[in-house]
């Protein structure tokens, strides 16, 4: 077959070729395997392991096979094992042998880390302002729900009421806990491989700084083996879009539940939904359900990396080659469910008026009317029970709490006055003013801190 085959007396069969060919994946890499390759040229050329003229053509030669591919006019050759072999071959069509210099002091070993290393911190990039797009969306639906209330849900029943800002900014909350991850999962793939050789170092003078300082890293590893055979950088990614996808899955189900009829709390914009091919009446929210539903293929990528790298011996092993497919379906089904998911909350129609009339009628305010009896001077736990007590006689008498009279409140308590029967939404919210609660105020403070963080100027009144 090539080169790399000198030593064998048989060429691999069609079957083994195919088998283990990654050119139909690894393909996707070959920007950062053309910067790597022009980066390490310019660096042997100013070391004197090449010399200038040489290093000139070989980048001459690979910005000519970087416009190939980046036209499409590049002939892929199933034959070549992968994007490093493709490039390489190319480049000695076009310039001839000293193409074979490209590879001095390097490996595809130090080379793959490379490229994917630097395929990450460009999905990092992607993906942390693909986050910051959604909590925007998040943001802008609170602002215009200030005012909103709605029911906030425990074990799915009806518990106490809660500004649907309030619930929205949670989200906004999640996702900052994710790009934070991302974030940090940036300064560790931000290293360096390119020097380790094989797996023992080169053993050429390199100047591994200027290289970094060429492609942008800000480290260089530390220790070749290491460098070569860990992909925990690929994983940390893996992880951090597992839990930003199941973050994505529990707002897809919520959003799946509230465009119910039962529920009818939001509309979600025929942009965002799908039809029946049987029943006409029907506007699924298939977008919403998908989300749900991505979040289990990425969480099968993340397991089947840590599959792969569990028990592997130092240092690179072909096993290594199954993290890209993984990788790169889980990039791309991260930013497209972040991008659709943006536009499908920009777009929603939330429904005050059937949240509030899901909020009448339901004992959402009994909290408040134990608090309301602490006040007196009532044990917590004594209020619990008489509110119970209370709450239990009313549905007997089906009837919602404040239909029945004070001289049936004060059956269960004689501590009961007839401003009992007057709390309120307002007053129930209003009341968890501590940080972090619901009260318009707190959440008012919520937003102009998300704004804050996402450098979206805020009025000062708007506190
Ligand atoms: N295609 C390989 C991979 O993705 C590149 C490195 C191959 N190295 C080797 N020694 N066979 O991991």
Request: net charge neutral.
């Amino acid at each position: 077959m090539s080169h790399i085959r000198s030593r064998f007396s048989k060429e691999a069969t069609e079957a083994v070729v195919r088998y283990t060919s990654s050119l139909s994946f690894d393909r996707r890499l070959y920007p950062q395997d053309i910067a790597g390759s022009i980066a390490h040229a310019r660096m042997l050329g100013r070391q004197g392991i090449i010399s200038p003229a040489e290093a000139e053509a070989l980048i001459q030669g690979l910005d000519s096979v970087n416009s190939e591919l980046a036209a499409g006019r590049f002939e892929f050759r199933s034959e070549l094992e992968d994007i490093h072999m493709a490039i390489e071959s190319r480049l000695l069509e076009l310039i001839g042998p000293v193409a074979g210099k490209l590879h001095t002091a390097r490996s595809r070993n130090d080379q793959v880390s490379l490229d994917l290393r630097l395929y990450v911190k460009e999905a990092i990039q992607q993906t942390l302002s693909s986050v910051r797009n959604l909590q925007k969306a998040l943001v802008a639906q609170a602002e215009s729900h200030r005012k909103t209330a709605m029911p906030g849900y425990t074990h799915l029943q009806p518990a106490q009421p809660v500004l649907l800002a309030h619930h929205l900014l949670a989200y906004f909350e999640m996702l900052e806990r994710d790009y934070a991850r991302f974030a940090d999962t940036l300064k560790r793939t931000d290293v360096l491989p390119l020097g380790s050789g094989a797996l023992a170092g080169a053993a050429y003078d390199l100047d591994r700084a200027a290289v970094a300082a060429e492609l942008g890293f800000a480290q260089v590893s530390r220790n070749s083996l290491d460098a070569v055979a860990d992909r925990d950088f690929v994983l940390e990614y893996l992880a951090a879009a597992s839990i930003c996808m199941s973050h994505l899955s529990r707002l897809a189900e919520e959003l799946v539940l509230w465009s119910s009829a039962e529920f009818g709390f939001v509309r979600l914009d025929d942009a965002y939904t799908t039809g029946s091919s049987i029943m006409p009446q029907k506007k699924n929210p298939d977008v919403a359900e998908l989300g749900r539903g991505k979040a289990g293929r990425v969480f099968g990528h993340l397991l089947a990396m840590l599959t792969t790298l569990k028990g592997l011996p130092l240092a690179y092993n072909r096993d290594l080659q199954e993290d890209k497919e993984a990788l790169f379906d889980a990039v791309d089904t991260l930013l497209l469910s972040l991008e659709v998911f943006s536009g499908m909350i920009s777009t929603a129609q939330f429904q005050a008026a059937q949240m509030k009339r899901a909020l009448v009628d339901n004992g959402i305010l009994a909290t408040d009317l134990a608090d309301y009896l602490v006040k007196k001077g009532l044990p917590f736990r004594e209020a619990h029970g008489v509110v119970g007590r209370l709450v239990s006689y009313a549905e007997t008498q089906s009837k919602p709490l404040r239909k029945l009279s004070l001289a049936e409140y004060q059956l269960f308590s004689p501590l009961f006055d007839d401003d009992a029967r007057r709390l309120s939404l307002a007053k129930s919210l209003a009341a968890r003013s501590i940080p972090g609660g619901t009260a318009p105020k707190q959440v008012a403070r919520q937003i102009w801190r998300a704004k804050k963080i996402l450098g979206i100027p805020c009025s000062a009144q708007s506190i």
